[in-house]
């Protein structure tokens, strides 16, 4: 398997923070050939220069990564600060390749993209994923790609930025997807985690036009919501606005990260309520016969939650992991579990200290799908 290195810093400028990246790895990986690179949005226009200083100074000329609101290394999380993380792979040759330029999902099948779409003579099986939040075709470029793929499993997020939504593929780059694609010689374990936990049972979506939900069990669908939630936030829905959510389950799902442990859902915005009418507005466009239930998003459900994929990701564990990615939600975080990188510490308590970077995203992408308000944690082990 790979050796992993990594650093992680934040820094008035940019060359400082890649400097002090630079000295936590000098003297080790020397071999390295792949490199990870997340950078908070504070340096995202400085992004074509860090990656040519990082290349000039390491034997690493092969880089994937993006830039984040806030990104993230083992135990620590950077918000709202310069700071650079840094990830040093040593791969066999052959065993990966990046790739870039999805714009649409109608881009896969260009005979050129279906040869790119190898690790040297080997199928790809496994895939990193970085995309543009503003490609309204990511969802559909997502689930493309995974055609594409063995194992038909991809990871990775959404880049965040209030400056420019910069991905890496051995350049900069913005708008569709890029990232790295393995071959099945890297072997490597993921789960998802929820931020979200459901409310009440799903029910029937029976009347609806595009995000608009009129009845709920071919009743108002403001009456389902209202006996959902309660007495207490019923008496004052301005309240329910960041803390309840709707849940689409998945048909046929059993992916982690679902309530009970199976069963997997996505989680979407409530955008709007009308009294009037008693209907309720959704972040998705949703059609009748769908069904659909009501989360509560909070730090204890948030925390339950992580805890159970910790566990479940280390059972299948037979040694320290090598090296890891993480992609969470902007809205998890410190938001969410506080600000001292409580998150992040969740996951090196439970696995220990290992090289592990990530990034906080504008949406995760785990299988085929993109997600909101979870954590996505892969391996390689």
Known sequence: MPEFSYAHAAASTWQDAADACLTQLDGVAQDANLGFLYLTDHLADDASKILAYLKQHSSVRQWTGAVGIGICASGCEYLDQPALAVMLGTFDKGSFRIFSGLS??????????????????????????HGDPANAA???????????????FVVGGLTSSRRRNVQIANRTLQGGASGVLFSSEIVISTRLTQGCTPIAKPHTITGCQRNLIMTLDDRPALDVFIADIGETLARDLNRV?????????????NLPGGPDGGGDYLVRNLVGIDPTNKIIAIGDWVAPGMSMMFCRRDRVAATLDMERMLTSIKSGLYGKPKGGLYYSCLGRGASLFGDNSEELRMIRDALGEFPLVGMFCNGEISHNRLYGYTGVLTLFV
């Open 104 to 129: 649409s999902a109608e881009d896969l099948g260009a005979p050129s993209m279906n040869r790119a779409m190898r690790c040297g003579s080997a199928p790809a099986n496994f895939a990193v994923v």
């Open 138 to 152: 990511i969802a559909e470029i997502i689930v493309e790609l995974t055609k594409h793929i063995e194992s038909g």
């Open 241 to 253: 606005g960041g803390l309840i959510f709707a849940g689409l389950p998945i048909p046929g799902s």
